[in-house]
């Protein structure tokens, strides 16, 4: 059925238009149009809308049901290519990604060019809301000065906020309807008209004082979960030395119901957070000349987890009476989390490399990915038919609903998800 709209009380075509349709952007485009908002979604990639409109957008299944109920809501939900658009929204959000480059600098260049258009096409009454995540200082940067250069005051012409998105991947117990916001503004109407709009698509919104405070605190979002990795990483290292079992240590420590918070090891991180946020706070700390050791620490053993993989994997294959260098080995998942098909920033492309370099013979299988591009071209998912045809099966990630039962199989199995308790002669990381 269409979904009822109230009757439209201002200028605009739309209500909102959604600058980048990716993994934050489209899914928040669709919680806001099944809010009953008039979406506009912009995205600069014609293949990507493409991609969208066939149905192939990774997506959760409550996200996809959406999706193709928005498709035919021509009234309600447009994708367009074309900049200008955003001028016919009364509200823009700034959905765009903000990796890191090869340096571990940020890389602002897709926000840069972002912020400049809807800077360029923003008309007085709108509302303009930065929700990528970015450096301390980024929304005066990109949005507020540029605006009060073309003559627009935010906070009284035009409305300027940062409300860091949150959104968890493949996750059905994280919908976003369910996760509270955070909103900062220039100002308190700032504020009031940002919230009016996420209202409609969060459990709650907690405003705080600046557009400062909610950028800083996206950045310690992820940088605590980045500091518990690398411990539960260490930990997972002196467990295994003391013959005992880390997820046991951890379930056994998270029956407190106070003053403690599990996060399990694995073989690195990935995806478009935690490898990649803590790097705004340091490298914009470096530039003030502060020291975070703390978080320096934690970021350099979370970059060294994919080598150890590949070292661990050395021993046990040496156990075993083998070499790396003439082994053939199966990566089993390769995504940077189990249940999404996305492999950004994946430790499983680093530890390939490594693989590869040391010349064993990797391939990979992953019922999510199809392809991935590694040092040397790309590589395709295989079929396996006979576990034993590997000299190794390294587990990277474990899909759910995905039948991993022929593990039992494999003559050597290294779990660098140390959740196959099954697998009685699996070594851990």
């Known amino acids: 059925m269409p979904i009822q709209r109230p009757a439209r009380t201002n200028p605009f075509r ?62 309600g939900f447009r994708m367009t290519t074309e900049p200008a658009e955003s001028a016919t929204a009364r509200v823009v959000l700034v959905c765009v990604p903000t990796p890191i480059d090869h340096h571990l600098a940020p890389d602002l260049e897709a926000l840069r060019a972002a912020c400049r258009s809807v800077v360029k096409h923003a008309v007085p009454g709108q509302t303009l809301v930065l929700t990528s995540t970015t450096y301390v200082g980024c929304t005066r940067d990109f949005l507020v000065e540029p605006l009060r250069e073309r003559g627009l005051e935010p906070g009284r012409d035009v409305f300027v906020s940062f409300a860091p998105e949150r959104i968890d991947p493949g996750n ?24 009016d709009l996420l209202e409609g698509c969060a459990s709650y919104v907690h405003p705080v004082s600046s557009v400062e405070a909610a950028e800083l605190t996206k950045l310690y ?77 934690a970021m350099t053993q979370v970059a060294a987890r994919p080598s150890r993989v590949v070292q661990r994997l050395v021993e046990v294959l040496a156990a075993d009476g083998k070499a790396l260098g003439k082994a053939k080995v199966l990566v089993v998942g390769v995504s940077y989390k189990p249940g999404v098909a996305d492999v950004r920033e994946s430790p499983a492309l680093e530890i390939i490399d490594r693989m590869r370099d040391a010349g ?68 851990v990381l």
């Open 14 to 75: 739309y209500d909102v238009a959604v600058v980048g349709l990716g993994y934050v952007g489209l899914p928040t485009a669709l919680a806001l149009r099944a809010a009953g908002q008039r979406v506009v979604g912009m995205e600069i990639s014609s293949e990507r809308i493409a991609e969208i409109r066939a149905g192939s957008a990774d997506l959760l299944d409550s996200d996809r049901a959406r999706l193709l109920d928005a498709l035919d809501d021509g009234d």
């Open 172 to 195: 059905e117990r994280h919908v976003q309807k369910q996760v509270p916001r955070v909103v900062g503004g220039v100002t308190a109407e700032c504020v009031r008209r940002t919230t």
């Open 221 to 297: 979002e992820n940088t605590f979960r980045t500091v518990n990795i690398s411990m539960a990483n260490e930990f997972a290292d002196i467990s295994r030395g003391m013959g005992l079992d880390i997820t046991e240590v951890i379930d056994a420590a998270a029956t407190k119901p106070y003053g403690f918070m599990p996060f399990y090891p694995g073989p690195g991180v990935g995806g478009h957070c935690i490898p990649c946020d803590p790097h705004y706070l340091l490298w914009q700390l470096r530039g003030d000349r502060v020291s975070s050791p703390l978080i320096e620490t």
């Open 360 to 427: 064993a013979s990797v391939s990979f299988t992953d019922d999510l990915v199809d392809s991935i591009l590694v040092r040397g071209g790309r590589m395709s998912s295989v079929r396996v038919t006979d576990p034993a045809e590997w000299d190794a099966v390294l587990v990277h990630t474990l899909h759910p609903g995905v039948d991993h039962a022929w593990l039992v199989d494999a003559p050597v199995v290294l779990d660098a998800t140390y959740r196959l308790n099954e697998v009685a002669h699996r070594a």
